[in-house]
Structure formats: C-alpha cells, structure tokens
C-alpha cells in the first residue's frame, strides 16, 4: 500500500512451493523489516463499540491473520442505491445483501451500501462471508457486535452457514490475539482453548 508505512507482498509463481503466502513488511528508516505479528498490525486501529465493524481471520497459505470489515449502511439520497465494495468483489456483495433480505428479512432496498476490508486487505475466500453480513446487520441496526467476537464462516443461498477449512489455526491465532468467542458454522468441530465457539445453522440467528 502506497499510503501506509507497510507493504504487503505475494507471489505470483512459486517453482517450490505455494503462491498463497502472505509477506508482510514496515517501511522503516532503515528499510523493510519484516512483521512478525500482522493480525496486530491490522488491527491497532480498531475502535470497539462502533455499529458496522466485525473481525474475521482468513488463511494466507499457511498464516492465519485477523483483519477487520466495516459496513455503512445510510439512507439513499438518489433514485437507485449505492454499492460500494473496497476489498472484496462486488459481486459477492450483492449476494451476501441477497440473503439477507431473502433468507433474513434484513431490507437494504432503501440504504446505500459501503463495504471496505481495512488495512488494503482483500477478501477472496467465501470464509469472511459471515464477517460481512454481521457488519452490515450491525450497521443497518446500529448495534455494535461484541468487541471479543470473530466471525467465520460461509453463508450458502439457502442462508445455511457452512464451515471453512483451516478453522482450528484461525481460531487459535484469533484466541491468541485476546479475542475470547466466535460465531461460526454449528458444522464446524473445533476445540480451542479460551475461546468459546457459537454454532449457528442459519443466517437468521
């Protein structure tokens, strides 16, 4: 990110190994260094207690690294509402918002939607699905979620939340960083010290 004292770096081919690794690095004085802790790096912003903010963790190979989603929903000033997506597809936006009015009863006809993944991350696993619709609910409502709380899981058309692969590692680092429950698929087996996991079947819970 050209704004931010840090960049992060992929591979686009690896003859040795996997192109799903994450490298994060700070812009120092004295160069790159590298980042040992990047959930806390992408969360020392974060303030708790603000409608339309939720945590999830998503899996860069082989790391494990929470970031936040933050939602606005606010009442439409034109004809058609708004869209906007930063870090993560608009198609998949659209969907999330689909279900939730079909499967939630949760109505965004009348709001303009804005969807940003902090620190230039960007959502390409369906695992931060549960993340978006609980931010944008969160908005919608204006209640904040639980400042302890990470969301995982997928949400399918029928509103059915599916489990992710990975979530034992997720969830660890999750715990790790201080965060003490999670909302994720009833699917999901997962046994995690310190963190109590809440098993959901449907969107509407």
Known sequence: EA???????????????????????EMTGAGLVAVANPSALFLAARSTGTAGSAVTALLEGSRPVLVEVQALAAPSGYGTPQRVATGIDP???????????????VSFANVDVFVQVTAGV?????????????ALISSVQNR?????????????????????????????????MGFCQAFGSARARVDVDG???????????
């Open 3 to 25: 704004t931010l004292d840090y960049r992060l770096l992929r591979a686009t081919k690896n003859r040795f190994g996997s192109v799903d690794e994450l490298g994060v690095f």
């Open 91 to 105: 198609r998949r936006l659209a969907v999330i918002l689909a279900i939730l009015e079909r499967r939630a009863g």
């Open 122 to 134: 960007k959502l390409t696993e369906p695992g931060s699905d549960l993340a978006v619709a609980s």
């Open 144 to 176: 904040p979620t639980p400042a302890d709380a990470l969301y995982l899981g997928e949400l399918g058309l029928g509103g059915e939340i599916r489990p992710v692969g990975g979530a034992e590692r997720r969830l660890a680092e999750a715990a790790r």
């Open 195 to 205: 963190l109590r996991h809440h098993g959901l079947e449907h969107v509407d819970e």
